[in-house]
């Protein structure tokens, strides 16, 4: 039997490191971030950096050629579910969103000199970049209308657009641009990607754009997300990355172990809401008893738990068949977890607040911060509704319309075959009778 939910000792001893190292040196640097400027910030992450690569838990996406360590979705997803208690503990492994998935695309399909010049300083932490697809004018969910072109011209590529949520982009080194190179293609090999380094003539980042998650205007700190105008940008050809008209090819395999990634960092936030959650019910007294000897909240904790459980398991569940079967048959498992895990781990987020009462509405908690950006787990890497709909139409595919149009479990139809098949038994049944 290959069941089986238990973690290798070695691995669940590194997994107990892991959960310490980031509950004493990353949860303190949440509430003092915003007092940080960037350059201090890098100072801060660089002896947790080095820590982390003593432990040999860095960058642990990639495979050991790379610089890497290899250990497949099933250990990073349990390597996230930890990491995502933070929105700041990904920078100390060398595994945050955008770079580890650019450094995915450049493993793939990187030119030998794309791998020197970026994706070992990448790894390294000495280069951050950041992956530039959407756009204000077109709807990101549906790729194939992106409008930003990249022209031939010569030995070069010039380049026009305008993106926006390049997350990262206003510190980055770098910029992971998908632009359409030949309009007239079919909808899915119109799009190239290019590595455009930020310092080319033409790039520019406009603002980080204030959302939910950051509603204070501020420009240049991790986890921004910057609208940029690609105006005149002019690339040489080794720029390229893959083939013309394999930009979707690429952003695909970016995106299934990134979501498995999202998820698991999901759980990790919705955990620690759980928390709160847990322990504001054992103290607080109201209408003769603690909050969670009160029915409905008790109902939230089970909910939760249950919730948390079954979003954690479907999460690992695609990992594994992300590591024994390969993307192709991961792609149902992952759809499911992001709009499912996006749902439900909102959910305990916000029975946490409530259960809180002002102080879970007020900053004075981690919680409202979290509700904030939970609220758009539902929207990138696909809004849910587009999930939902690739789910069905890939189990759709499994099914056929029956005979005559009456469904197979019509009982009258199948009452008349099993007379059919029984005939001698029930009419023996009726001479006894
Ligand atoms: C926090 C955050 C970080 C991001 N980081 C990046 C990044 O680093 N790089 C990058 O390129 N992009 C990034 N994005 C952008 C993200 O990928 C897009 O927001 C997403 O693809 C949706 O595109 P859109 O915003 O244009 O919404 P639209 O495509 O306009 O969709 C709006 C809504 O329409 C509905 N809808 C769309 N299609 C369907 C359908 N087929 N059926 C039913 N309803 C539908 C959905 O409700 C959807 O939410 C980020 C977004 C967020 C919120």
Redesign the pocket.
């Known amino acids: 039997m290959a069941w089986g939910f238990s973690t290798e000792p070695d691995f669940q001893h590194k997994l107990d490191w892991m959960r310490e190292f980031v509950r004493a040196e990353i949860w303190p640097l949440e509430t003092v971030f915003d007092e940080l400027e960037q350059s201090a910030l890098d100072e801060l992450y660089a002896p947790l950096q080095a820590e982390v690569r003593r432990q040999g838990l860095w960058a642990a996406h990639l495979d050991p050629e790379l610089g890497g360590q290899g250990f497949g979705q099933l250990k990073l997803g349990l390597m996230h579910e930890i990491l995502g208690t933070s929105p700041l503990a990904p920078n100390a492994f060398g595994c945050q969103?955008?770079d580890s998935g650019n450094s995915e695309i450049l493993a793939l399909s990187g030119t030998p000199e794309q791998k020197e010049r970026y994706l070992h300083p990448l790894l390294a932490g000495d280069l951050k970049s950041?992956?530039?697809?959407?756009?204000?004018d077109?709807?990101?969910?549906?790729?194939t209308l992106l409008r930003t072109r990249a022209v031939r011209d010569g030995d070069d590529y010039v380049i026009n657009g305008r993106?926006?949520?390049?997350?990262?982009?206003s510190i980055a080194d770098f910029l992971i641009v998908?632009a359409v190179t030949d309009p007239e293609a079919r909808a899915h090999q119109r799009a190239t990607m290019f590595i455009v380094p930020v310092d080319t003539p033409g790039v520019r980042i406009i603002r980080d754009v204030a959302?939910m998650?950051h509603p204070a205007e501020e420009f240049g700190k991790l986890g921004g997300?910057a609208e940029v105008l690609y105006e005149d940008v002019r690339v040489p050809e080794s720029s390229r990355l893959g083939a013309e008209g394999m930009g979707f090819l690429l952003a695909q395999q970016r995106l299934y172990p990134g979501r498995i990634h999202h998820c698991m960092r999901w759980i990790g936030v919705a955990g620690r809401a759980f928390d709160m959650l847990c322990e504001r019910s054992t103290y607080r007294v109201s209408h003769g008893k603690e909050l969670g000897r009160h029915q409905s909240v008790a109902n939230w904790i089970a909910d939760s738990a249950a919730e948390l459980q079954a979003a954690r398991l479907m999460t690992l569940h695609a990992a594994w068949v992300m590591d024994t079967e390969g993307v192709a048959a991961a792609r149902v498992p992952i759809s499911l977890i992001k709009f499912y895990g996006a749902n439900v781990l909102f959910d305990v987020i916000d029975r946490a607040v409530q259960a809180h009462g002002a102080l879970g509405y007020s900053c004075d908690l981690p919680l409202e911060a979290m509700y904030r950006?939970a609220r758009?787990w539902?929207?990138?890497?696909?809004?849910?509704?587009?999930h939902?709909?690739s789910v069905a139409r890939q189990i759709l595919h499994k099914y056929a319309p029956p005979a005559d149009e009456v469904p197979s479990e019509h009982i009258p139809t199948r009452r008349a075959e099993a007379r059919e098949k029984f005939a001698s038994m029930l009419s023996a049944a009726t001479a006894d009778g």
């Open positions: 969103a955008p950041a992956f530039s697809m959407t756009e204000p077109t709807a990101g969910s549906d790729p993106k926006w949520f390049t997350s990262n982009g998908m959302t998650e997300h950006h758009g539902r929207m990138y890497d696909g809004p849910d509704e587009v939902r709909q």
